[in-house]
């Protein structure tokens, strides 16, 4: 692993903490931008951070996934992680929007949720080029774990996370939930 990751993570807080703040397309109303004064996450912990091969699946299936409007998006079901979290032994699915992209969307909700964290669920993006190891594993980093548009404004529409990748176990890492 990077010996950097915490210091790029730290990097790329503040650069969204600057543009939830002042750009025009910001999520967070702009009613409520004067006083942002950044988001919340839990500290990075190592212990949240894998180094995981993608199982992915012999014959991917399109999955209907609800949003957080009452209509529905498509994702294709591409592989999954397995893995252990506090404790737990657990299993993530990865899906794509287009078999032709190279960047995998996991989505989770995890016993944080609703709590300490956004009610409905997290996301982690995962691209090629910068989660990707030389030995072809895939970096699943929760201290990259964000919350979707929908939780800073209800004009947003968002998917929500497949009741699969609802996780039985806390995951007190990456973004908190927002409070205005």
């Not at 699946?57 to 252990?84: A, K, N």
């Not at 993006?125 to 072809?136: K, V, Y």
């Not at 800073?152 to 996370?161: A, I, M, N, R, V």
């Not at 699969?164 to 939930?177: F, I, Q, R, S, Y």
Request: charged content about 35%.
């Amino acid at each position: 692993m990077s010996s950097d990751w915490k210091r790029e993570l730290r990097e790329q807080r503040d650069a969204k903490d600057e543009f939830f703040a002042s750009h025009p397309h910001s999520p967070v109303p702009s009613a409520e931008r004067n006083d942002f004064d950044g988001l919340a996450y839990y500290p990075p912990e190592e212990a949240y951070r894998f180094e995981l091969p993608l199982h992915e699946h012999d014959e991917t299936e399109t999955v209907t996934v609800g949003t957080s409007t009452g209509g529905e998006s498509e994702y294709l079901r591409w592989g999954e992680f397995r893995f252990d979290v506090a404790g737990e032994r657990v299993t993530l699915q990865a899906y794509k929007s287009d078999p032709a992209d190279d960047r995998l969307w996991v989505p989770f909700r995890d016993e944080t949720s609703g709590e300490a964290t956004y009610g409905a669920g997290r996301y982690l993006d995962l691209e090629a080029d910068s989660h990707r190891t030389d030995e072809d594993e895939w970096i699943l980093d929760f201290n990259e774990a964000y919350n979707p548009t929908c939780a800073y404004s209800d004009e947003y529409e968002c998917p929500l996370p497949p009741t699969e990748n609802w996780l039985d176990v806390p995951v007190e890492a990456g973004e908190k939930v927002f409070e205005t």
